[in-house]
T-cell receptor
């Protein structure tokens, strides 16, 4: 079946790098996404990666994809207090459905 | 350029009542998806509308229904509300067939069922 798992919490010091991990089970996953949710707000798209890519970098964000192990990670360089939020990993497949399957979210706390 | 807008922001209902939530997609988008996010959970897919038809449906009962209008805006209706329907309801818009299938989310409607 389709399942996406994430660790629940991560705490880092301001200026350090954060790495948020995600595993998924659907081998037909085509696109994988990272969204950020701040308290009381909707989801903000941070970045996405196509399944034929291994890595994607966008300013402070680096996404790594290990398709063999079905493992996705998001690295945030020079983490700031404004990065404190919940981060969701999501996947979709083009094999007949375009719905997103989300993980339970990782709460990132950045300590000053 | 307005993003995805949802109304109302907050809603309080009692068990057994019916509710309608509204969504206007991002300019240029023709597809609307609805998600339910319970407290402490990730969003769960309810259904998706394109060309005024329900294209995909998640594991939600028939009490959840929707509609898409010719201007691509959409409504989510929930009948016979249960306490467990209390959640943040998120609308997402996208462009059908767009490479990347990227969905842009609104701020959500928080529904409380008492």
């Amino acid at each position: 079946g389709e399942d996406v798992e994430q660790s629940l919490f991560l705490s880092v010091r301001e200026g350090d790098s954060s790495v948020i991990n995600c595993t998924y089970t659907d081998s037909s996953s085509t696109y994988l996404y990272w969204y950020k949710q701040e308290p009381g707000a909707g989801l903000q798209l941070l970045t996405y990666i196509f399944s034929n890519m291994d890595m994607k970098q966008d300013q402070r964000l680096t996404v790594l994809l290990n398709k063999k192990d079905k493992h996705l990670s998001l690295r945030i360089a020079d983490t700031q207090t404004g990065d404190s939020a919940i981060y969701f990993c999501a996947e979709t497949s083009t094999s007949g459905t375009y719905k997103y399957i989300f993980g339970t979210g990782t709460r990132l706390k950045v300590l000053a | 350029d307005a993003g995805v807008t949802q109304s109302p922001t907050h809603l309080i209902k009692t068990r057994g009542q019916q509710v309608t939530l509204r969504c206007s997609p991002k300019s240029g988008h023709d597809t609307v998806s609805w998600y339910q996010q319970a407290l402490g959970q990730g969003p769960q897919f309810i259904f998706q509308y394109y060309e005024e038809e329900e294209r995909q449906r998640g594991n939600f009962p028939d009490r959840f229904s929707g509609h898409q209008f010719p201007n691509y805006s959409s409504e989510l209706n929930v009948n016979a509300l249960l306490l467990g329907d209390s959640a943040l309801y998120l609308c997402a818009s996208s462009l059908w067939g767009d490479r990347g299938y990227i969905q842009y989310f609104g701020a959500g409607t928080r529904l409380s069922v008492l």
